[in-house]
């Protein structure tokens, strides 16, 4: 049995003016071959699964090529064409008997708004109606009924933080094999309420989802069913399939599957009003991390750079200076600055004018003055397993500034998302020795912050990952859609 292992992940925020290009794939994982094996064997990450379910006498592994960057806007048709024409030649070449595939689920490319069923269906015409293409997911897909129409199977993340991507992985190398053998016959449904879940409700160790999740499970014991998947979405995709899917693998048995995942999609429906949620405003906020058992861990949801988002957003920043915050961590895309602290270099005051700078939706730009504690080159190592499954983490170039009353601004060269305290730590940092510590993002930071955060408190700061609907400014997405309208009956998008 010989299997083709491959990955094209880009979660793509359609408000972002930052495109997907090239450059952005090669800063962060564009493997081909065996250097696919190399970087991603060991991490905890549904690619890493796929070698280890398959690692077997009996099973040959032809690795085609892994591409990743970190979600910002639509991916550049060329870059997504360059990916489909390395796959396509890469499985013509290895003539192998089924494909592993690691999707995100919410890829936008710039010539195409279902950028993941695009690929899927681009594959099967290649391939022919019977090759098995086994798909695996981010829970934050917006998946469309196309891509269900033209994998064999998908399986999707069970958790938020994504912490169990390794063992989906192996799940999916293990159906694939069945599938080759002829042990299985895969059929799929898919479900999708027209709703939004609200992303601080996507923690899938607590309620709504928590119950929901533990359906799924229950389901999971009967033999007939392979793979029931529940994916809450991502609500900053202005695109038709935008919104929770819920996904049932059977085998062979279409009927039951369409049941099954209507059934789901009917439950996740009749809790529409727990997946909403309020936050306080920055102020607010900061007043209460301050008198707040320490470190207290204020979440900028509106600059949530997992989700897309800018990365040097400053409105909480604004707040701790202007209430007198001590021992204090913000993190900053700031390329400019950074090249700046290098020339004035490392134990020198520098002025320094930061963040506010990619577009002007999360706050004005800061002047500050502080000293350079540190230059970094910004490669750190996570051994554990955090969201998002890489061990090997790239910050660019990055600067340690320390401003007034021991407020410190990490300063990076790429856009960076706070899935490791490997992002403090290596710079020094002891974040459990902090009063705040600023996380941009909504959900993702629990893995590495829960161990050791006081607190924790979720603010409603502004920006292109807003935690509140009403906000965006939708044109694409598919109508009506519940909390925006109050909803029209069930599966509007099948
Ligand atoms: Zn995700």
Redesign the pocket.
């Known amino acids: 049995m010989r299997i083709a292992v491959a990955g094209f992940m880009h979660?793509s925020n359609t408000l972002s003016p930052m495109r997907a290009d090239k450059q952005a794939f090669l800063a962060q994982g564009w493997d081909e071959g065996q250097a696919l094996v190399e970087r991603w064997a060991r991490a905890h990450h549904e690619v890493g699964g796929f070698l280890e379910g398959l690692a077997d006498d009996d099973v040959q592994i032809a690795p085609l090529l892994m591409a990743w960057a970190t979600p910002c806007g639509p991916v550049e048709e060329a870059v997504f064409e360059e990916v489909m024409q390395k796959l396509l030649t890469g499985l013509e070449r290895e003539q192998p008997d089924g494909l592993l595939l690691a999707l995100?689920g919410a890829m936008v490319a710039t010539h195409e708004e279902d950028g993941d069923g695009l690929v899927v269906e681009r594959l099967r015409k290649a391939l022919g109606p019977d090759f098995p293409i086994v798909v695996t997911l981010?829970?934050?897909g917006n998946i469309s009924p196309r891509l269900v129409e033209n994998a064999t199977a998908a399986i999707a993340?069970r958790s938020?933080p994504?912490i169990d991507q390794r063992e989906r992985g192996i799940q999916a190398a293990g159906m694939i094999r069945r599938i080759v053998r002829g042990d299985v016959r895969p059929t799929m449904a898919l479900a999708k309420p027209p709703m939004i879940v609200n992303i601080m409700v996507h923690d899938t160790s607590r309620e709504p989802l928590l119950s929901i999740m533990n359906e799924a499970r229950r389901l999971e014991d009967d033999p007939d069913i392979l793979a029931v998947s529940v994916l809450p979405g991502?609500a900053y995709a202005d695109v038709p399939q935008m919104g929770p899917t819920v996904i049932v693998v059977t085998d062979g048995d279409k009927a039951r599957a369409t049941q099954e995942a209507d059934r789901l999609g009917q439950i996740i429906w009749d809790r529409r009003e727990e997946m909403n949620r309020t936050l306080p405003d920055a102020t607010e906020a900061v007043r209460q991390a301050l008198v707040a058992k320490a470190p207290a861990v204020l979440v900028d949801t509106g600059d949530n750079v997992?989700g897309g988002s800018a990365g040097d957003g400053t409105t909480i920043l604004r707040e701790l200076l202007n209430q007198g915050a001590t021992d204090s961590v913000v993190c900053l895309y700031a390329p400019d600055e950074v090249a700046l602290c290098a020339v004035v270099g490392v134990g020198q005051m520098v002025d320094l004018v930061v963040g506010g700078k990619v577009d002007s939706l999360h706050g004005e730009p800061i002047s500050v003055t502080g000293k350079v504690r540190l230059l970094h080159d910004g490669d750190y190592e996570e051994p554990l397993a955090r969201h998002g499954g890489r061990r090997f983490h790239s910050m660019g170039m990055t600067a340690l500034v320390e401003l007034n009353d021991r407020i410190f601004l990490v300063l990076t060269t790429q856009r960076h998302p706070p899935f490791s305290l490997g992002q403090l730590t290596c710079l020094g940092i002891q974040p459990e020795r902090m009063r705040v510590l600023v996380v941009k993002a909504a959900i993702?930071y629990r893995a590495a912050y829960l161990p050791i955060a006081g607190s924790i408190i979720e603010v409603d700061t502004p920006g292109m990952t807003t935690v509140n609907p009403h906000r965006m400014a939708y044109r694409r997405i598919r109508r009506p859609l519940y909390p925006l309208e109050e909803g029209g009956g069930q599966n509007s998008c099948r």
Do not use: M, T, V
């Open positions: 979660e995100h981010d829970l934050h993340y938020c994504h991502f997992g993702a």
